[in-house]
């Protein structure tokens, strides 16, 4: 049989840890709980309630509670790809939304906690769905005889320059547009095949030229001299007047 100061002892401790919905414990106390927006400036005591007071300098409590300090406000950081949704009050946090052109992947009830840049599609493919603050941006491939320049929604397709009355000077790829000019008299292919023959007639001759020029300078260089073996020349002879007289010829012969 238990005895009875064993029992008493028992239901004290049970009557104390047993506290309310709307309180919280201190000692061998059940204080009231201070409302949202509000933390424990005293704590109860026998006689007297909880002393409350509110939140502040960018602090909060969402819910009803028996602390001594609020939380500090979340921060909403642009590095991180986020902005201010709603701005901290003493009763609930700040709420923060995603800067344009991100996506949320981190998200909380009410806001989101980080986001990601939306994806950027590239030169030949399309924006097949645009990004959201909650998905990112879908991005296809182009194809047949159609561009984008990775920021169409669809894919164009190529100029048709003849419908214009113009030449295509230049074809259309997945990344870029077909360029056209003015028409020609004659096509451009057979413009170039031309002045490629030009260039090589041209080339030609200058060849032909220069092997002229050179041939010519190497006859000038190994020409005889004016002096050969039995080569005759006039013998002159002076008179007492000095004028040259024509006696006779002579004959030079080699030694």
């Known amino acids: 049989m238990i005895d009875l100061p064993i029992i008493l002892v028992f239901l ?17 106390e059940c204080c009231p709980m201070c409302s949202p927006g509000n933390r424990v400036h005293k704590h109860c005591t026998e006689f007297t309630s909880t ?12 819910e009803p509670n028996g602390l001594t300090a609020c939380i500090l406000c979340t921060n909403c950081d642009p590095g991180f790809g986020l902005t201010v949704k709603q701005s901290c009050r003493p009763s609930s946090d700040t709420v923060c939304g995603t800067l344009e052109g991100f996506y ?36 296809s491939d182009c194809t047949g005889d159609t561009y984008s320049n990775g ?8 100029t048709q320059c003849d419908t214009l009355k113009l030449q295509q000077i230049k074809s259309g790829t997945h ?34 030229i220069f092997i002229r020029k ?8 190994q020409r005889p001299t004016d002096v050969h073996k039995g ?12 004028a040259t007289l024509f006696v006779g010829t002579r004959t030079d012969s080699c030694p």
Request: hydrophobic letters at 30%.
């Open 175 to 208: 990344w870029s547009d077909s360029e056209c000019g003015p028409q020609t008299s004659l096509p451009i292919a057979i413009i170039s095949a031309v002045v490629v023959v030009l260039a090589v007639i041209a080339g030609v001759i200058g060849v032909s």
């Open 214 to 221: 050179g041939r010519k300078k190497l006859s000038e260089t």
């Open 104 to 139: 949320c992947h981190d998200p909380t009830k009410d806001g989101c906690r980080a986001a990601q840049r939306h994806s950027s599609c590239k030169p030949g493919q399309y924006i097949s769905h645009t990004g959201t603050t909650s998905t990112d941006t879908v991005c």
């Open 12 to 28: 004290n401790i049970q009557l104390t840890s047993a506290c309310g919905r709307a309180e919280y414990r201190t000692g061998v």
């Open 51 to 62: 002393s409350c007071v509110p939140c502040t300098d960018s602090t909060f409590l969402d």
């Open 231 to 242: 080569l005759q020349t006039p013998i002159e002879e002076s008179d007492t007047e000095g």
């Open 151 to 158: 920021s169409f929604t669809s894919c164009q397709s190529y």
